[in-house]
């Protein structure tokens, strides 16, 4: 089955809560998704890679993986 590769960058809004800062953008390859989310952190209140198996197709999808994650990210649903 095909992966979904993703890295996504969070701040902090006026009132505290998480936003979404950047993404979440598809990366290529897991090592990709890394290097984004490394160099992401140093900018961001929060920065996480994951991964999972996906069939969009037929709507399938795994369990998602962290690779990496730094900061204050929201739960992953």
């Not at 979440?24 to 890394?34: G, K, N, T």
């Not at 369990?63 to 739960?75: C, I, K, N, R, W």
Request: net charge negative.
């Amino acid at each position: 089955m095909p992966k979904l590769i993703v890295a996504a960058a969070f701040d902090r809004g006026e009132d505290g809560e998480l936003v979404a800062a950047y993404g979440p953008a598809e990366q290529q390859s897991e090592e990709r998704a890394i290097r984004t989310a490394k160099a992401l952190a140093t900018k961001h209140a929060g920065v996480i890679a994951w991964s999972r198996e996906a069939n969009p197709a037929i709507g399938e999808y795994g369990e998602p993986t962290t690779l990496f994650q730094a900061g204050d990210v929201p739960d992953m649903e």
